[in-house]
């Protein structure tokens, strides 16, 4: 590995000579639980079942890499959950889910440079539709919570919802997104950004042109071109011009 170079206050760089031009990049990727937003919102639910501590465990392995197996972790979690209402995940939604620092401001520079953006996550299409919505972003892939009626409104069933494109968005298949959307664009992989936090981001960000690790976790800080430790996401456009 290329040694880190601290090129400002709580950022660093490695294996290449900052600034790098924005416009040379067609795609910017981004993760959203703890990336671009500031929850995980899996272990937010978990709290309205009162099973926090025991789903927010099991992310923080995950993320970590200790769990190897994504999918599994995921179904766990998700099963903790059965039982928790629409009007719970609303609240989380209103009270809990804010935008990280910066995420308003490094989304328009990169649009305002002609990159298209993709919002692709191991969470849910509850929560990642209504960041799309906000930040106007142009693509996303995430997992479908199943519904079900319950007493007073939907409720979670525990499980997931199967997709055209498979089960559950994982490492591998964020990995796939970005290289389907880079293709679909007929752009190189190495015209794409790819930002997240957690070790299922860590396939992504390997096929990307600049990888970026946002307040990350150790194993993805040593891994990235740019780790931002400290501050919000437009950090990222101090290495760029």
């Known amino acids: ?13 490695q294996g290449f000579t900052p600034p790098l031009n924005l416009k040379d990049f067609k795609l910017i990727a981004f993760d959203m639980d703890s990336t671009l937003i500031n929850i995980e919102c899996v272990d937010e639910i978990a709290d309205a079942a009162g ?15 200790e769990i190897t197996d994504y999918k599994e972790s995921l179904r766990q979690r998700v099963a903790l959950l059965r039982g928790v209402t629409v009007a719970h995940m609303e609240q989380v939604l209103a009270e809990r889910l804010q935008l990280n ?17 993709l919002l692709v996550s191991g969470g849910f299409t509850y929560f990642t539709d209504r960041v799309r919505d906000r930040l ?4 996303t892939r995430s997992n479908v ?54 070790a299922n ?30 501050g919000g996401l437009d950090r ?4 760029l011009r």
């Open 1 to 13: 590995m290329t040694s880190t170079t601290e090129f400002a206050p709580g950022l660093t760089v």
């Open 51 to 65: 099973r926090k501590a025991e789903v927010a465990a099991i992310t923080e392995a995950a993320m970590r890499g």
């Open 101 to 117: 620092p910066g995420a308003e401001a490094l989304v328009k520079a990169c649009k305002a440079a002609g990159l298209k953006v």
């Open 136 to 139: 106007g972003i142009d693509f």
């Open 145 to 198: 919570l199943e519904i079900e009626s319950g007493p007073n409104c939907g409720q979670l069933t525990g499980r997931m919802v199967d997709q055209s494109w498979g089960d559950i968005c994982d490492g591998a298949e964020k990995r796939r997104t970005l290289l389907e959307v880079a293709s679909l664009l007929g752009i190189e992989p190495s015209q794409c950004i790819a930002m997240g936090d957690g």
């Open 201 to 230: 981001d860590l396939p992504m960000m390997g096929v990307a042109g600049l990888s970026v690790a946002y307040h990350a976790k150790p194993k993805v800080r040593e891994q990235a071109m740019v780790a931002i430790n400290e």
């Open 236 to 239: 990222l456009l101090e290495v």
